[in-house]
């Protein structure tokens, strides 16, 4: 099942051009970046839970993307950050580059069955950024607004496409 990544993303969650250059200040400048509007979550929690996630496995992806996430106590909504690197962070990727699209998915510890789960969303965005354009079109991208409606616009387009038959 496919699930739109912007419904859980906002505006305030996208940072276009991150100051970090490792691993541990990226996942400090999200955990700053959902903090900061979110007063509800601590900030430090964030930043413990990721990288607690990432200590068990990187979540760098391939194509310059990663996906960092982690469950949290304090929050019933799933959330999904963005932020782009312009020389890209070593974040032990699959493919060993440099990673300068990420995605920031935080997930309520206790599901909730009728929101989609965090690994639908990571599969939603992994799909999405199969696509080198999509890629391109996000890095060339200098505002939070301009990245939310090319995200929107590129789900609307892959949810309205019709399904590819396997009808031999």
Known sequence: MACRITEYMKVEWIAPSLKATDKPSVLLEFATLVGSTRT???VREIYTRLMERELKASTGADHGVAIPHATLHDTSELMVAFGK?????P?????????QLFFVVLAPAKINP???SYLQLISSICRLMRSQS??????????PAAIFEILKKEEDLKLAAPPTSSVT
Do not use: I, K, M, W
């Open 40 to 42: 509800d979550l601590d």
């Open 85 to 89: 690197s312009e020389v890209g962070v």
């Open 91 to 99: 974040f032990a990727a699959l493919d060993n580059e440099d990673s």
């Open 114 to 116: 009728h929101q989609a």
């Open 134 to 143: 999509l890629r391109e079109r996000l890095l060339r991208a200098q505002t």
